[in-house]
C-alpha cells in the first residue's frame, strides 16, 4: 500500500550528518589481492563469481593520499575479458583498457575512505586479474594478481528469453514427486516454479506485517503492535506459510534523522529477530523496500520530504544500493530469507511514456520527472548479488507494481538466475480484472514464478480477493494478503482486529482460504 493508515504526524526532517560518499559494498572473494598502503592509494580487485565465460568481480580502492571531490579509476585486463555492466561508478572501456568515474552521489573520497564499484564481464580462455590500477593518474598498490575461482561445469543460469516458452517438461515424469522440506525452505526457480532444496514446487501463501517501514521515521517505535512469538503463532494458525516484512532504508541504516532508539544497530537487530521468530515457526520471511530516501512533489507524491517518511517513485541512488549490500549482507547466509526490492514504484506517473517509465525502472540514472538521482531494479540486483547471496529476488512492475506488461523485456540481468516477479492488486487497481489479468500476468507466469506480494480491497469484505485468489490458484501462483496489523479495515485494508488472529470480515476470507488450502 501506499500509505499506513493511521500515525500521520511526522518526525520534523533533521539534516542529514551521513557521510557524503554511499558506498555500494560488494563481496570478496577469498584470497583477494589486498595491496600494502604505500602509494596514494590501495586497491583490492575480486571475482565474487565465475562461470563459464562470464563473471562478476568488484574492484575497491582506498585513497591514501589528499580528499578528492572527484575520481577516475582506470586499469586494464590483460586477456581480453570485457565487462557488460557495471555499478558503482559509471563504466567504459575501450579495448583492453577500463575506466571507472565516480556518480553524482559518491565523488567525495577523503583521506583514507575506500569507495567499492562492481561489475558483471565476459571472459574466454582464462580469466586473470589485472596487476595495474591507477586512481586520478596516481599509480596505486595492488599486492599482486588476484586468484579466481575455478568455474563450476554447468554455467551459472541465466534467465530465459521471454520469446521462448519455458522448458517442456519431460515426457515421463518421476514416479513419486519430490518430498517438501519440513520448514521454511531455501527457495530456487525451476522454470516457472518456486522450487525447495529436494525439487518440490512450493508457493509462497500468506500476510504482510507493517510497521518497520513507518514507525522508526515518524518516531514512534520499531513495529506497529506486537511481533512477539505468539504473535507470529497466530500468523501460522492461519495456515499461512510466508510473511511480508516491510523496511525503512534511512532506519536500517541508521542515518541521523532517525531517533537513535529506532535505527541502525538497534532497527537491525530488531528486523533480524522478526526474521528469526519467522524462520523458527516454519514460514517464509519476505524482507522487502517499502520507504526511500529523495525528493519528490511530483504526480501523485505521497510527500515533499526527502527522507523516508513516504513512498517515492523508485529507489534512490544515494542510499538504496547500500541498503541492499548491507540487508543481503546480513542475510546471505540463510537462504530462506527472500529480497523484494522496492515496494511499488510508479515511474510511470513522473514520465511522460511507458518507454520511459520502463528505462527508468530498468536502468535508474536521471529520470524524466524525478529529481533524485534513481536507482534502477538492474542496480538494485547487482547489489545483492555483488555480496555473494544467492537468495530469491522478487522485481516489481510499475504503476504501484500493478503493471507488469513489460516486465519480462526490461527484466534485470541476473547472474545467479533466481528472480521472480512480484505484483500487487487491490480492487481500485487499473488491472483489477481476468481480462487485464489474462492479457498481462499470464505471460508472465509462464517464464517466471509470480507472487502478488500485496492483495486486498477496501471494502471491508473478501469478494474481491476470492476472485484473485481463484485466479492464482488456477495457475499454482502464491499470494499475500495486506496486512496483519488492525487497522480499520475500510482505510487500510487490514486483516486482522486483534494480535491473537481474530479476523475483520475482509480477513476471514483470506483465513479461511488458506486453512482449506493448508488444512487445519
Same mark, same amino acid.
Given at each position: 500500500?501506499?500509505?499506513?493508515?493511521?500515525?500521520?504526524?511526522?518526525?520534523?526532517?533533521?539534516?542529514?550528518?551521513?557521510?557524503?560518499?554511499?558506498?555500494?559494498?560488494? *563481496?570478496?572473494?577469498?584470497?583477494?589481492?589486498?595491496?600494502?598502503?604505500?602509494?596514494?592509494?590501495?586497491?583490492?580487485?575480486?571475482?565474487?563469481?565465475?562461470?563459464?565465460?562470464?563473471?562478476?568481480?568488484?574492484?575497491?580502492?582506498?585513497?591514501?593520499?589528499?580528499?578528492?571531490?572527484? !575520481?577516475?579509476?582506470?586499469?586494464?585486463?590483460?586477456?581480453?575479458?570485457?565487462?557488460?555492466?557495471? !555499478?558503482?561508478?559509471? !563504466?567504459?572501456?575501450?579495448?583492453?583498457?577500463?575506466?571507472?568515474?565516480?556518480?553524482?552521489?559518491?565523488?567525495?573520497?577523503?583521506?583514507?575512505?575506500?569507495?567499492?564499484?562492481?561489475?558483471?564481464?565476459?571472459?574466454?580462455?582464462?580469466?586473470?586479474?589485472?596487476?595495474?590500477?591507477?586512481?586520478?593518474?596516481?599509480?596505486?598498490?595492488?599486492?599482486?594478481?588476484?586468484?579466481?575461482?575455478?568455474?563450476?561445469?554447468?554455467?551459472?543460469?541465466?534467465?530465459?528469453?521471454?520469446?521462448?516458452?519455458?522448458?517442456?517438461?519431460?515426457?515421463?515424469?518421476?514416479?513419486?514427486?519430490?518430498?517438501?522440506?519440513? *520448514?521454511?525452505?531455501?527457495?530456487?526457480?525451476?522454470?516457472?516454479?518456486?522450487?525447495?532444496?529436494?525439487?518440490?514446487?512450493?508457493?509462497?501463501?500468506?500476510?504482510?506485517?507493517?510497521?518497520?517501514?513507518?514507525?522508526?521515521?515518524?518516531?514512534?517505535?520499531?513495529?506497529?503492535?506486537?511481533?512477539?512469538?505468539?504473535?507470529?503463532?497466530?500468523?501460522?494458525?492461519? @495456515?499461512?506459510?510466508?510473511?511480508?516484512?516491510?523496511?525503512?532504508?534511512?532506519?536500517?541504516?541508521?542515518?541521523?534523522?532517525? @531517533?537513535?532508539?529506532?535505527?541502525?544497530?538497534?532497527?537491525?537487530?530488531?528486523?533480524?529477530?522478526?526474521?528469526?521468530?519467522?524462520?523458527?515457526?516454519?514460514?517464509?520471511?519476505?524482507?522487502?523496500?517499502?520507504?526511500?530516501?529523495?525528493?519528490?512533489?511530483?504526480?501523485?507524491?505521497?510527500?515533499?520530504?526527502?527522507?523516508?517518511?513516504?513512498?517515492?517513485?523508485?529507489?534512490?541512488?544515494?542510499?538504496?544500493?547500500?541498503?541492499?549490500?548491507?540487508?543481503?549482507?546480513?542475510?546471505?547466509?540463510?537462504?530462506?530469507?527472500?529480497?523484494?526490492?522496492?515496494?511499488?514504484?510508479?515511474?510511470?506517473?513522473?514520465?511522460?511514456?511507458?518507454?520511459?517509465?520502463?528505462?527508468?525502472?530498468?536502468?535508474?540514472?536521471?529520470?524524466?520527472?524525478?529529481?533524485?538521482?534513481?536507482?534502477?531494479?538492474?542496480?538494485?540486483?547487482?547489489?545483492?548479488?555483488?555480496?555473494?547471496?544467492?537468495?530469491?529476488?522478487?522485481?516489481?512492475?510499475?504503476?504501484?507494481?500493478?503493471?507488469?506488461?513489460?516486465?519480462?523485456?526490461?527484466?534485470?540481468?541476473?547472474?545467479?538466475?533466481?528472480?521472480?516477479?512480484?505484483?500487487?492488486?487491490?480492487?481500485?487497481?487499473?488491472?483489477?480484472?481476468?481480462?487485464?489479468?489474462?492479457?498481462?500476468?499470464?505471460?508472465?507466469?509462464?517464464?517466471?514464478?509470480?507472487?502478488?506480494?500485496?492483495?486486498?480491497?477496501?471494502?471491508?469484505?473478501?469478494?474481491?480477493?476470492?476472485?484473485?485468489?481463484?485466479?492464482?490458484?488456477?495457475?499454482?501462483?502464491?499470494?499475500?494478503? !495486506?496486512?496483519?496489523?488492525?487497522?480499520?479495515?475500510?482505510?487500510?485494508?487490514?486483516?486482522?482486529?486483534?494480535?491473537? *488472529?481474530?479476523?475483520?470480515?475482509?480477513?476471514?476470507?483470506?483465513?479461511?482460504?488458506?486453512?482449506?488450502?493448508?488444512?487445519?
Amino acid at each position: 500500500m501506499r500509505h499506513p493508515p493511521r500515525l500521520t504526524a511526522l518526525l520534523a526532517g533533521a539534516a542529514l550528518t551521513a557521510a557524503s560518499t554511499a558506498l555500494v559494498v560488494t *563481496g570478496t572473494a577469498s584470497g583477494a589481492a589486498t595491496a600494502a598502503a604505500a602509494s596514494a592509494c590501495t586497491v583490492e580487485y575480486s571475482v565474487t563469481n565465475q562461470w563459464t565465460g562470464g563473471f562478476q568481480g568488484s574492484v575497491s580502492v582506498t585513497n591514501n593520499s589528499t580528499a578528492l571531490s572527484s !575520481w577516475t579509476l582506470g586499469f586494464g585486463f590483460p586477456a581480453g575479458q570485457a565487462v557488460s555492466q557495471g !555499478w558503482g561508478g559509471k !563504466w567504459s572501456q575501450s579495448g583492453t583498457s577500463v575506466t571507472v568515474v565516480n556518480e553524482s552521489w559518491n565523488g567525495a573520497l577523503g583521506t583514507g575512505a575506500k569507495v567499492t564499484a562492481g561489475f558483471i564481464a565476459s571472459w574466454t580462455g582464462s580469466n586473470p586479474a589485472p596487476t595495474a590500477f591507477t586512481l586520478n593518474g596516481a599509480p596505486c598498490d595492488t599486492g599482486g594478481t588476484t586468484p579466481t575461482p575455478t568455474p563450476t561445469p554447468t554455467p551459472t543460469p541465466t534467465p530465459t528469453d521471454p520469446t521462448t516458452p519455458p522448458t517442456t517438461p519431460p515426457t515421463t515424469p518421476p514416479t513419486t514427486p519430490p518430498t517438501p522440506v519440513t *520448514g521454511a525452505p531455501e527457495l530456487s526457480i525451476s522454470g516457472n516454479q518456486f522450487t525447495d532444496q529436494n525439487g518440490a514446487t512450493r508457493r509462497l501463501l500468506g500476510v504482510n506485517r507493517s510497521g518497520g517501514e513507518f514507525m522508526c521515521v515518524q518516531g514512534y517505535g520499531i513495529w506497529d503492535g506486537p511481533v512477539d512469538d505468539a504473535s507470529i503463532a497466530a500468523i501460522a494458525d492461519w @495456515k499461512a506459510n510466508t510473511v511480508r516484512i516491510p523496511l525503512n532504508e534511512e532506519c536500517w541504516l541508521g542515518l541521523d534523522n532517525i @531517533k537513535p532508539e529506532y535505527r541502525g544497530a538497534n532497527y537491525v537487530s530488531a528486523v533480524k529477530g522478526l526474521v528469526d521468530r519467522v524462520l523458527a515457526h516454519g514460514l517464509t520471511p519476505v524482507v522487502e523496500l517499502h520507504w526511500t530516501h529523495g525528493q519528490y512533489t511530483g504526480n501523485s507524491a505521497g510527500c515533499s520530504d526527502v527522507h523516508a517518511s513516504c513512498q517515492k517513485p523508485m529507489p534512490d541512488a544515494q542510499y538504496t544500493p547500500a541498503f541492499w549490500t548491507s540487508v543481503a549482507n546480513t542475510f546471505k547466509n540463510d537462504k530462506r530469507v527472500v529480497f523484494d526490492l522496492f515496494n511499488e514504484p510508479y515511474p510511470d506517473r513522473a514520465t511522460s511514456t511507458a518507454a520511459q517509465a520502463w528505462a527508468c525502472w530498468r536502468d535508474g540514472g536521471s529520470c524524466p520527472g524525478i529529481g533524485y538521482e534513481v536507482a534502477g531494479m538492474q542496480d538494485l540486483v547487482d547489489a545483492v548479488r555483488a555480496t555473494g547471496a544467492g537468495n530469491l529476488v522478487l522485481v516489481p512492475g510499475i504503476a504501484y507494481s500493478n503493471d507488469l506488461s513489460q516486465w519480462l523485456e526490461h527484466r534485470p540481468t541476473d547472474p545467479a538466475g533466481n528472480l521472480a516477479a512480484a505484483w500487487h492488486v487491490y480492487n481500485f487497481n487499473t488491472c483489477s480484472t481476468e481480462t487485464c489479468w489474462n492479457d498481462t500476468l499470464a505471460p508472465v507466469a509462464a517464464h517466471v514464478p509470480l507472487l502478488a506480494g500485496e492483495i486486498g480491497e477496501n471494502t471491508c469484505a473478501h469478494g474481491f480477493v476470492d476472485r484473485v485468489m481463484k485466479w492464482f490458484d488456477d495457475r499454482g501462483l502464491s499470494y499475500l494478503g !495486506w496486512t496483519w496489523n488492525t487497522w480499520n479495515c475500510g482505510s487500510g485494508p487490514a486483516l486482522i482486529t486483534s494480535y491473537d *488472529g481474530t479476523p475483520t470480515a475482509f480477513g476471514i476470507g483470506l483465513r479461511d482460504h488458506l486453512r482449506t488450502l493448508n488444512g487445519h
